[in-house]
């Protein structure tokens, strides 16, 4: 098979190697480092460093084995490999596809996928105020965390100010027992019901953990 070298914008389907991950969703955007060890992923590595460096990452449910329909173009940004084949590289979470069919499975799965784009925007004031919402309850879940935990606040500072990526550093950063959770965000299109949904999760941890320091806060007064 011969990868396209093009950027991954200039085709709507391509053909694309995967690699199905049990619980691991990549977002855009987002850096993912892997170990990688089997014979069929190190060929994986082998054809996509000499062409354009891109694969699928997709997430395997690892209930049932069944590989998602939605994943996430992956580029490699550095690699090592070891005297005994092994490698370790980074790379990053470049766009999301849709597998349309599998082409082949050995000597590694491929698959024809199509490029997926959030729908257009139409209102973008409001969408920036629902974002802004979104930062501030972030910023409040660090805030109380730390609290509870008698620590300074430490805030990523790579956090991202305009609303898709906001979705996305958000998505990514999910507890990795929340795998379904960060498919579910990961297939939808629309930017303003991700960050709805986002919202709803911060809103009600932040509100948990409120409770919680006060009533850490009532135990340190009867000391």
């Not at 955007?29 to 089997?38: A, R, T, V």
């Amino acid at each position: 098979m011969t990868l396209c070298t093009a950027s991954v914008s200039d085709f709507s389907v391509r053909e694309l190697p995967l690699f199905p991950l049990p619980d691991v969703v990549l977002f855009p955007q987002q850096l993912l480092p892997l170990h990688i060890f089997e014979s069929r992923y190190r060929m994986l590595l082998q054809s996509v460093l000499e062409t354009d460096k891109r694969f699928g990452i997709v997430r395997i449910n690892p209930d049932n084995g069944q590989m998602a329909e939605i994943g996430c173009c992956a580029e490699v940004l550095q690699h090592q490999t070891t005297e005994d084949g092994r490698s370790y590289i980074v790379s990053l979470g470049q766009q999301r596809f849709r597998v349309l069919n599998i082409t082949r499975e050995t000597p590694f799965r491929s698959a024809m996928v199509s490029w997926m784009e959030d729908d257009t925007i139409e209102d973008l004031g409001d969408l920036h105020g629902l974002s802004d919402s979104v930062g501030s309850a972030l910023k409040d879940v660090f805030s109380l965390t730390a609290k509870l935990q008698n620590r300074e606040v430490e805030v990523p500072d790579d956090i991202p100010d305009l609303p898709r990526e906001l979705s996305f550093w958000i998505g990514a950063h999910l507890d990795n027992r929340a795998a379904a959770e960060q498919q579910a965000l990961l297939e939808l299109t629309d930017t303003r019901q991700r960050l709805e949904r986002q919202f709803e999760m911060l809103d009600h941890t932040r509100r948990q953990l409120a409770a919680r320091t006060v009533l850490m806060d009532l135990k340190e007064q009867d000391v």
